[in-house]
């Protein structure tokens, strides 16, 4: 068995790490929770080709018609969810 000095415990645990061209910051996906959206989030894609499909996915997913989410979509979704909680 190996033993780490606590400074090395971070480069040996494994962890979620964030990804970039996930669904959570694609602009096709909508979260079911749009205002705590995470990577383990589930929600729909609604892009046009893949709509048809009803897929039910994940903010960690991927596929390659990903395109960035502008920061101002984020605003108005999480801005019309929390109207709507009201
Ligand atoms: S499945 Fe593809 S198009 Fe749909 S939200 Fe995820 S990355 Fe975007």
Redesign the pocket.
Known sequence: MTTTAAGDTTKTLKRITWQS???LS????SPSDPINADILTN?R???SE?NKFN?I?TGR???????EIPQEQIDQMQEKAMQSEQ
């Not at 694609?26 to 996906?29: A, E, G, H, Q, T």
């Open positions: 061209e996930n669904c694609c602009m096709w996906f929600g894609c609604v892009h893949l897929l996915i997913d991927w596929c390659n018609l990903f395109d």
